[in-house]
């Protein structure tokens, strides 16, 4: 029979510069045979929750999935919550686990930049790179500036206002449900009321205000296009045909700059293909682990 997802989940955690970072390590269904390692990061504000559909549609894979510093169950950075110190934090991850080097790296949303931006650095050896609704337009250009800058200001006055009101307003349910209902894009009212829930859940689980204005910075701040040119590995995109941050011309040329990349959109899904299209997200996923087994073994 096969093994339920809690069945091969292992919560543990590291120290990354004296802080606690938590992280699940999901096991293969099949630990004997040979099997893929993952790292999966999540996305702005969200959670390693966020991920578990995924995840247990792999069940051939050993998986890892932490709770990026400042979210979920671990403890904040010491330093600035930027793209730049939550790279070092999953070097810090891969250096404590003893990861193999052929290690696959996903990354969605802003997970997207951080994975794709350790990626680059010739210094991280993996296998290959997947970014699941990656980040490919700058948020303070173009038709999403004006609402990426009036959501900055939503931020910086949570931060800014006495604690008590700063958290009411952040964790505001009737706030995180509007944001829900903005990202949902499937008309099927079970799945909808699934995702709401998921996001009164888990949306407010940060550790402070500070961490949550420093990372939306550096969500809107930095794209996969700044790492596009150095990454030298085989990296799959899963892009959205609906998605409000990453268009379809967008994606396309995020896809030109990564040399041998390939690029595969799900239709009639936005920003949340983890929640909506996990199964198709998994499907791609699956094929493309074994496309790297095939190539090794050439």
């Known amino acids: ?41 999540h996305g702005f504000r969200g959670d390693h929750h966020g991920l578990l559909k995924i995840v247990e549609r792999l069940p051939q894979a050993r998986v890892i999935v932490p709770d990026l510093p400042g979210f979920g169950e671990s403890a904040p950075l010491e330093g600035e919550h930027n793209v730049p110190n939550y790279v070092r934090c999953v070097e810090t991850l891969m250096e404590s686990l003893q990861l193999p080097e052929d290690t696959v790296l996903l990354g969605h949303s802003f997970g997207s930049i951080v994975a794709a931006h350790f990626a680059a650095s010739p210094s991280h050896a993996l296998q290959a790179l997947i970014l699941v609704n990656p980040i490919c337009e700058p ?74 204005l420093e990372a939306f910075r550096a969500s809107i701040s930095g794209t996969v296009r700044e790492a596009a040119g150095r990454l030298r590995l085989p990296v799959l995109l899963i892009a959205a045909t609906d998605d409000d941050l990453g268009s379809v011309a967008g994606q396309r040329q995020l896809q030109e700059s990564i040399a041998g990349s390939k690029l595969v959109f799900l239709d009639n899904v936005g920003h949340l293909i983890h929640y909506e299209k996990p199964a198709e997200a998994a499907a791609l996923i699956q094929d493309f682990l074994g496309s790297l087994r095939s190539r090794d073994n050439v």
Request: charged residues 20%; proline residues 5%; glycine residues 4%.
């Open 1 to 41: 029979m096969a093994l339920q997802l809690q069945d091969r989940a292992v919560a543990r955690e590291f120290l990354h510069h004296g802080f606690s970072v938590r992280y699940w390590n999901y096991s293969p269904a099949e630990p004997d045979r040979p099997h893929p390692t993952m790292v999966m990061l």
């Open 139 to 212: 948020a303070l250009k173009g038709s999403k500036a004006f609402l990426s800058r009036l959501t900055g200001f939503y931020y910086l006055l949570c931060a800014r206002l006495p604690e008590r009101a700063g958290l009411f307003l952040l964790r505001n349910r009737l706030i995180v449900r509007a944001m829900s209902i903005l990202m949902a894009r499937t008309k099927d009212p079970v799945l909808r009321q699934w995702i709401h829930a998921e996001h009164a859940r888990y949306f407010s689980a940060f550790a402070n205000r500070t961490v949550v």
